[in-house]
């Protein structure tokens, strides 16, 4: 099932990130968050989601996969899909439309979850194998690490909390998202709301 709309996971996360957060800034500011460089082009494919900073709209999350494509007009777009609850709930899929804030090396992004509403999505980190991403905003509450396999080695996943926390966000808040059965009710994993 495709849905044009984000789930109403992200729009809570609106309300979770603050609506200050989703002014347009003006030319001259931006994130005071330290930005990567982001090639467009390799940035394009499927990203699983592993990790999040524990908040109250992702609990049950099951599988988060995202695809980015380029838009006919040049935009991004964002195919998100999902499982809430187990592995056995339907797969949802959800299109969002994305684009890059010009001046800011492709990092800043914003995503539409509801029109006229978008939100400021950034990219704190890109691998230089492009493997890895780290996501985020400002006010450092919300942030996700990316992976092009669905796991990671422990020793990745380490180093990019480590990263998470030179950039001040508290990395004790990071829990993994279920990717495999296998992971269910491992330390570190959340699993909470998800039946096996």
């Not at 849905?3 to 001259?28: E, M, N, Q, S, T």
């Not at 500011?29 to 390799?42: E, F, S, Y």
């Not at 394009?44 to 995202?66: C, Q, R, S």
């Not at 909390?161 to 990071?174: E, I, N, S």
Request: contains cysteine; positive net charge.
């Amino acid at each position: 099932m495709t849905r044009r709309i984000a789930p109403i996971a992200a729009v809570l996360a609106l309300i979770a990130a603050g609506l200050g957060g989703c002014v347009d800034l003006g030319p001259g500011d931006g994130p005071r968050v330290p930005l990567a460089k982001v090639d467009m082009a390799r940035m394009y494919g499927g990203w699983y989601l592993i990790a999040t900073a524990k908040n109250g709209f992702e609990k049950g999350m099951v599988g988060p996969y995202d695809v980015y494509s380029r838009r006919p007009d040049g935009d991004i777009r964002d195919d998100f899909y999902v499982r809430r609850g187990g592995f056995q709930a339907p797969l949802r899929h959800y299109v969002l439309h994305d684009w890059v804030r010009p001046g800011t090396n492709n990092a800043h992004w914003r995503v539409q979850i509801l029109w006229p509403v978008n939100l400021p999505f950034l990219v704190l980190y890109v691998d230089p194998d492009d493997r890895y991403a780290i996501f985020g905003e400002d006010n450092r509450k919300l942030g996700w690490i990316y992976a092009r396999r669905a796991t990671i080695p422990d020793t990745d996943y380490q180093a990019l909390l480590d990263r998470l926390q030179a950039l001040g966000y508290d990395r004790t808040r990071f829990v993994e998202f279920v990717q495999t059965p296998e992971q269910i009710g491992q330390p570190g994993v959340w699993s909470e709301g998800i039946v096996r």
